[in-house]
């Protein structure tokens, strides 16, 4: 009878993913030839949602891997290498990539200077650079203190009003 009760608890309930309880099971995992679903029964048990089984996200991992080798699911996070991290060989290798990638452009640069295609742009014949005209900003000077007068009037009024109260 306590066998009835602990199977009829565990049917139909789902984790909050949506995978039924009964489908994180070493048989059912061996069984599913769905790559989505054992993707998903995977992000379920790697999430520690219904509790750590190392052994049955191995199994499930190997099961997926069968099934679809390039999902992206199977993918481990690496960190990401620096400079540093590079062997000599490989450091030399950079070095002299980029050592020649600045050789040619400095390369281009001079055979298009000499082909007279930079002329066009050292020359200073640009018009001026558009500036405002001194009659807009006076008159917005002059604006300026009449607002500030209108504020202190306003002030002053509401101060003798509040003193009258």
Not at 3 to 31: A, C, F, K
């Amino acid at each position: 009878m306590g066998e009835d009760v602990g199977s009829g608890l565990l049917e139909g309930s789902n984790t909050t993913s949506g995978v039924p309880i009964e489908h994180l099971d070493y048989r059912y995992v061996g069984e599913c030839k769905n790559s989505k679903e054992l993707e998903k029964i995977l992000k379920v048990l790697r999430s520690g949602e219904e509790g750590h089984y190392p052994e049955l996200i191995e199994f499930t991992e190997e099961r997926l891997r069968n099934i679809n080798p390039k999902s992206k699911s199977l993918r481990k996070e690496l960190p990401i290498n620096t400079y540093r991290d590079l062997s000599k060989s490989e450091e030399q290798e950079i070095t002299d990539d980029l050592q020649e990638w600045m050789e040619s452009i400095d390369q281009a640069d001079k055979s298009l200077k000499t082909a007279g295609v930079t002329r066009e742009l050292d020359n200073d014949n640009l018009p001026p650079i558009r500036t405002t005209t001194n009659s807009e900003v006076s008159s917005a000077k002059q604006q300026k203190p009449t607002d500030e007068k209108k504020k202190k009037n306003c002030v002053t009024s509401w101060l003798s009003g509040v003193g009258q109260i």
